[in-house]
């Protein structure tokens, strides 16, 4: 289990008032890269020997679930591809397990479209959760209506919008694979989303499920470009680059205020959780950490 970071500290008079008109908790539980791992790796002495494993995951997360009262689950991304199970099944095994392990929505990674778009369609079509992605134009292809840009979600009084972004397909996928889908700059539809989610539908709590990747030594857009440069994003579940982080980072939006960023590896060896406190609609504390499957 990773160490936990304190992402924030309840102040003496929100405690005092606390009381008076109750605080509002909730869990968010993520995975990103998961890659087909369905199993655990073999026992056969590598560094992850033994670790992560789709049935321990599920006892991990219905143990959670027991314990909180509100939870929200995400995964960012690259669901398929790594392993027997997607050359054999196409991501059929990896879709179901996520069904049963009740995903409340993901996000589109770039090895998603390994098996073509055609693919993406049906094996979506079997998904009991929403894909979000904001920043794909899907409109000329088959998964055009398939997703959705957003969703919000209402948990204990607390309004929770969450939206995806992808990475750039071209020189990253196959052209044949993505066909005409359209890639549209993730940080102004970033902060288009975010407001939307924000002023328009009027969340207490914005969260961004990249695809971009945690941080570049070149000038490409990471998930820390995207906190720097948008407003109203609180947290970016990330994926993409397999960044193990112990808990989540912060870096500061253009008004000074801390995004939190969280990824936890890949091939579903963590889960990552951040447990939030609100009170009347405003998160006040939060406490993030990397927890291991095994």
């Not at 008109?21 to 993520?30: A, E, K, Y």
């Not at 049935?55 to 009262?69: D, G, S």
């Amino acid at each position: 289990m990773g160490t936990a970071a304190v992402v924030g500290a309840v102040a003496p008079d929100v405690l005092a008032s606390a009381g008076r008109r109750g605080t509002s908790s909730l869990t968010i539980l993520h995975t990103n890269d998961v890659h087909s791992r369905l199993d655990p790796f073999p026992m056969d002495g590598s560094r992850n020997a033994g670790k992560g494993g789709v049935a321990r995951r599920a006892t991990l997360i219905r143990q959670i679930r027991q314990e909180q009262k509100n939870v929200l689950m995400f995964d960012a991304g690259d669901i398929f591809q790594g392993t027997p199970y997607f050359n054999l099944y196409k991501g059929e095994p990896e879709i179901l397990a996520m069904n049963r392990l009740g995903y409340d929505a993901g996000t589109i990674g770039n090895h998603d479209f390994d098996g073509g778009i055609e693919n993406m369609v049906t094996q979506f079509g079997k998904a009991s959760f929403p894909l979000l992605i904001a920043n794909y134009d899907f409109k000329n292809t088959v998964m055009d209506g398939r997703t959705m840009p957003y969703k919000v979600f209402e948990k204990d009084g607390i309004r929770v919008g969450v939206f995806g972004l992808g990475i750039q397909p071209a020189g990253l996928i196959p052209q044949n694979a993505y066909k005409e889908t359209k890639y549209l700059d993730p940080i102004d539809i970033g902060n288009d989303t975010a407001a939307t989610l924000r002023n328009g539908k009027k969340c207490d709590y914005v969260i961004c499920l990249s695809h971009l990747g945690f941080k570049y030594t070149e000038p490409t857009i990471s998930d820390n470009v995207l906190a720097a440069k948008t407003r109203n994003i609180d947290l970016i579940i990330g994926g993409h680059t397999h960044t193990f982080l112990d808990a989540p980072v912060a870096v500061n939006n253009p008004d000074g205020q801390p995004v939190w960023i969280n990824q936890v590896g890949f091939a579903g060896i963590n889960l990552g959780r951040i447990d939030l406190a609100f009170e009347q609609g405003k998160a006040v504390s939060s406490a993030g950490k990397s927890v291991e499957v095994k």
